[in-house]
Nanobody, 126 residues
Framework: QLQLVESGGGLVQPGGSLRLSCAASGFTSDRFAIGWFRRRPGKEPEGISCIGSSGTSILYADSVKGRFTISRDSATNTVYLQMSDLTPEDTAVYYC???????????????????WGHGTQVTVSS
């Protein structure tokens, strides 16, 4: 059974940084794309980042490009999202997601086959 467990959320001031982690388990191989969605208050979930199994296929939403960095430790099946220059618009529940069908990120944000974690709250406020 696929399991994704997020950690690292919290309250941060505007301009600050946070690092989210996600531990993945239950996958039959390491050839899967993994990443993050978020749901901002009153809005639909949006894909914000993805990293492929080799680490070379990487995708960012325009809203976070240049501020967020995704990385992956294949030895421990852990994915990280380093978030910098946070603004109140980044306030959301952040979900770790994974697609076991694909090892690259080309269709990740529109995939209907994502496994989801339970989410971690990130609040950016002064």
């Amino acid at each position: 059974q696929l399991q994704l467990v997020e950690s690292g959320g919290g309250l941060v001031q505007p301009g600050g940084s946070l690092r989210l982690s996600c531990a993945a388990s239950g996958f039959t191989s390491d050839r899967f794309a993994i990443g993050w969605f978020r749901r901002r208050p009153g809005k639909e979930p949006e894909g914000i980042s993805c990293i492929g199994s080799s680490g070379t296929s990487i995708l960012y939403a325009d809203s976070v490009k240049g501020r967020f960095t995704i990385s992956r430790d294949s030895a421990t099946n852990t994915v990280y999202l380093q978030m910098s220059d946070l603004t109140p618009e980044d306030t959301a529940v952040y979900y770790c997601t994974a697609d076991s069908r694909f090892a690259v990120c080309a269709y990740y944000f529109v995939s209907r086959n994502l496994a989801w974690g339970h989410g971690t709250q990130v609040t950016v406020s002064s």
